[in-house]
């Protein structure tokens, strides 16, 4: 386990994977276990971007993550043009930090949480992280690599059998999810608090088979010229309507796989890691 690898090591492996990888596309996203080699390309990626942003360097995010380490699956997309990865997320499987973490930062017990979502039935995914380099926010490229690693994560959730996401995000990240149309609701009426360099984190939850609805009902309601819709975009005139159009299509790809599922492959799990049940 490695949150700090050298360069070379992440174009060799990086290399390795795009030479396996099915789709010829620019960016192919690949979902794989704690153990790939990849993963650890995956944790070096999270910690250049939480290090930037909240100054989360190698020693803490080896600190925060080590005992969720054999309970985490990582969402990597990768760029052929580069040959380097773009962006990565992680889900813990059973809950993992945000169940851990949220009683303390909402002052609510687990026990009322867990009563509250009915957590004690169902298989749990904590969406754990997710990280984009600075080079593909915004524009084609950012649209492209965040899309395929939201259709991953529900291409994997939905194999998997997850009933119940939690999670424990900074602001910007869960107003980016909001305006595809995840719906998440705030765990137990709670107010965002500072975490991990975060001044604004909310801990959230969201029945994992209300994701894909409601992700088609906001494609279909920022595809009308006028009419309310979840979450913000900014600007006026033409910028927002262009914006808006642009954002029903993400949001209709990503709910239905159009465009993405093919450059998407599960080649790292273990099946028996998939799916188990915790």
């Excluded at 990626?45 to 989360?56: H, I």
């Excluded at 813990?92 to 169940?99: A, E, F, S, V, Y």
């Excluded at 395929?148 to 939690?166: C, K």
């Excluded at 995840?182 to 959230?204: C, Q």
Aim: hydrophobic share 45%; proline share 4%.
């Amino acid at each position: 386990m490695s949150y700090d690898l050298a360069e070379t090591v992440v174009r060799q492996r990086t290399a390795a994977a795009l030479a396996v990888h099915h789709s010829p596309a620019r960016f192919v996203a690949l979902a794989v276990g704690a153990a790939s080699p990849m993963a650890d390309v995956a944790r070096d990626l999270e910690r250049q971007v939480f290090e930037s942003s909240f100054g989360n360097d190698a020693g803490q995010m080896a600190a925060e993550y080590r005992r969720y380490e054999d309970d985490s699956l990582f969402f990597i997309v990768l760029d052929r043009r580069t040959g380097m990865p773009a962006g990565a997320a992680r889900v813990i499987d059973g809950g993992g930090k945000t169940l851990d973490d949220a009683p303390r930062c909402i002052d609510v017990s687990l026990s009322a949480i867990v009563d509250l979502y009915n957590l004690a039935n169902g298989r749990i995914w904590d969406f754990a992280t997710l990280a984009v380099l600075p080079a593909y926010r915004g524009g084609r490229s950012g649209l492209a690599v965040s899309s395929l690693l939201y259709r991953t994560f529900l291409n994997a959730g939905r194999l998997a059998g997850v009933r119940h996401i939690v999670a424990m995000l900074d602001h910007r990240a869960h107003r980016n999810l909001k305006l595809i149309g995840v719906h998440f609701t705030p765990m137990a009426g709670s107010e965002p608090f500072d975490y991990l360099g975060s001044p604004a984190t909310e801990a959230l939850y969201v029945p994992f088979a209300e994701l894909i609805p409601s992700i088609t009902r906001q494609a279909e309601r920022l595809g009308r010229i006028t009419g309310d819709f979840d979450g913000e975009i900014r600007g006026r005139g033409v910028r927002r309507l262009l914006t808006r159009r642009i954002a029903a299509r993400v949001a209709g790809q990503i709910a239905t796989g159009d465009g993405l599922d093919e450059h998407i492959t599960l080649p790292g799990l273990d099946r028996r890691q998939l799916m188990r049940r915790r």
